[in-house]
């Protein structure tokens, strides 16, 4: 069964401005985008387990490690966050790879890069820790049987519907290379 091409549930898209804000290329791990140029970029390779791995985080605050630790401690703790906490207006996008044995993707809604992939969008949810209120979830399809892409967003009060509609102009140029 073919995917049929939806609007991301989420988008709200204002008018196009007159002069396009800048963005920036990131290319890693088969997966392709652009993101706004005033966002800052970082990729922490230590974030890796048995099933997932950190391709990229990006985000309007200033980005560190998640990881602490490693072999000359002894053990690697990861929090999970390359941010502490998110100042009114701020944006953090996780982009992860994954692969779990017999992992199905749900229903899609959505086709992003010509796949299926399924959005969804909670009010506040992990990343209301951080200072965010609305979080957005995107799984992307993989070739690979059981492998996918994960966007994570966490966005805040401040210019949600801005937020928003540059988290949609993201995942319209995402691109998936073949495996």
């Known amino acids: 069964m073919a995917a049929v091409s939806v609007a991301l549930p989420f988008a709200r898209i ?6 396009p804000a800048p963005t920036v290329s990131f290319s890693a791990m088969g997966l392709s985008f652009r993101y706004p ?3 800052r970029h970082a990729s922490f390779s230590n974030d890796v387990s048995s099933f997932s791995g950190n391709i990229v985080d990006l985000s309007t605050s200033r980005l560190h490690d998640p990881c602490i630790g490693g072999p000359a401690e002894g053990a690697m703790v990861c929090s999970g966050f390359p941010v502490d906490a998110l100042a009114p207006g701020g944006v953090l996008v996780q982009w992860d790879v994954h692969g779990f044995p017999g992992f199905r993707l749900p229903r899609p809604n959505a086709t992003i890069a010509g ?3 399924v959005e969804t969008k909670t009010s506040g949810g992990w990343c209301a820790s951080l200072g965010g209120t609305e979080t957005i979830t995107v799984k992307i399809s993989r070739e690979t049987p059981d492998n996918w892409y ?4 966490c966005l805040t009060a401040l210019n949600l519907s801005q937020q928003e509609a540059q988290l949609s ?6 691109r998936v290379a073949p495996s």
């Open 169 to 174: 102009a993201l995942l319209r140029t995402v």
């Open 150 to 153: 994960q966007m994570d967003a």
């Open 37 to 39: 140029a005033t966002w």
């Open 14 to 19: 204002p008018p196009a401005p007159a002069h």
């Open 115 to 117: 796949r299926p992939a």
